[in-house]
């Protein structure tokens, strides 16, 4: 199965700062098939980004992905308080479906 | 719109068996694959298996198999998922979700906990 690694594990930014999230493939994910989901306490994850890099109905664009391969990145561009929240990779490529161990973004 | 509406939190005792079911609304139930994933407390997701509406096709991950099924009712847009003979360990959320057309998981249920306690 494909293991996705997550870095950092927690990161302690204040509101409008820029966050970069990681996340590593154990092997190449073909056609980009890779999401990014946030989470909130006591909700559902909500889907951010699919296919690597494209932005999902309703996100506003200071969220942003790119990478391909074995290597992708998250970029949140201006904190705001509603984006402290737990943010998972996802790989939709090969079975099992496997997630990523999670990066916390929380207030500094 | 799109939306699945599971069923409510459970309480089991070790051993037993839970069905949680997932009412599809807002398209058409048999034109997209169905998807179980779970959330331990304070632990991250994990992707059980996934069901085709229209075939009843299962695939199950290995951790589960043996343990899981997952049907459905198409007649009332309805999956299901049971898990046998658990244990302390499969207190959890459980979330079933749909993909978009282009494939990643976009919608999700609201989520069913089901604690499993003596």
């Known amino acids: 199965e494909i293991v996705l690694t997550q870095s950092p594990g927690t990161l302690s930014l204040s509101p409008g700062e820029r966050a970069t999230l990681s996340c590593r493939a154990s092997q190449s994910i073909s056609y980009n098939y890779l999401a990014w989901y946030h989470q909130k306490p006591g909700q559902a994850p909500r889907l951010l980004i699919y296919?690597?890099?494209s932005r999902a109905a309703g996100i506003p664009d200071r969220f942003s992905a790119n990478g391909s391969g074995t290597d992708f990145t998250l970029t949140i561009s201006r904190l705001e308080p509603d984006d402290f929240a737990v943010y998972y990779c996802h790989q939709y490529v090969m079975l099992p479906r496997t997630f990523g161990h999670g990066t916390k973004v929380e207030i500094k | 719109q799109v939306q699945l509406v599971q069923s409510g939190a459970e309480v089991k005792k070790p051993g037993a068996s839970v069905k949680v079911s997932c009412k599809a609304s807002?398209?058409?139930?048999?034109?997209?694959?169905i998807y179980w994933v779970r959330q331990a407390p304070g632990q991250g997701l994990e992707w059980m298996g996934w069901?085709?509406?229209?075939?009843?096709?299962?695939n199950y991950a290995q951790k589960f198999q043996g343990r899981v099924t997952m049907t459905r009712d198409t007649s009332i847009s309805t999956a299901y998922m049971e898990l046998s003979r658990l244990e302390s360990d499969d207190t959890a959320v459980y979330y079933c979700?749909?993909?978009?057309?282009?494939?990643?998981?976009?919608?999700w249920g609201q989520g069913t906990l089901v604690t499993v306690s003596s």
């Open positions: 069901m085709n509406p229209n075939s009843g096709a299962t």
């Open positions: 807002g398209y058409t139930f048999t034109d997209y694959n």
């Open positions: 296919d690597a890099s």
């Open positions: 979700a749909r993909p978009l057309p282009a494939g990643a998981t976009g919608y």
